[in-house]
């Protein structure tokens, strides 16, 4: 009896933190330009937004993306010039974005601030889709009734999914 409600407890106790911090382990997929992709850790909802690892975005977006472990912080950089673009540190809020005109040679950034922080599960550093993904001119449906995630290239051609 001592066994069981031991156990029950130890169950409660790792299921709390997740639900306080309005986690869903649904399935949720993940299509790019109408390609199914697979990511080794899946796609998560917290507080109504879905986080992807950011590898799997980089790598589909042809970004680079370097970790700085000392301070837990994320550089994204353009797919083309290679320059820092997206700053962003596990657990806050705020990611600076930088900008260059290279007709201009002007250059600058901001700071913005996003609903849900970048936060490591399962080992994964994970991301909000839609934010890193529309700076990246990069189109996104969420489909509810599918559970699923379409990213759009800026070069790709669609129709919008019915929903």
Known sequence: MMKKALVLFLVMALALPALSLGISAGSITLVVDNVVVDTDVPPTIVNDRTLVPIRVLAELTGCRVQWFGENES????????????????????????NWYNYDTGDFGGYVTSIDVPPMIINGRTMVPVRFVCEMLDYEVVWIEE??????????????EPKG
């Open 74 to 97: 994320i550089i994204i950089y353009t797919p083309v010039e290679d320059d820092p673009y997206l700053v962003m540190t596990i657990g806050d809020t705020d990611v600076t974005v």
């Open 146 to 159: 599918e559970q699923t995630v379409y990213m759009y290239t800026p070069w790709y051609e669609y129709e």
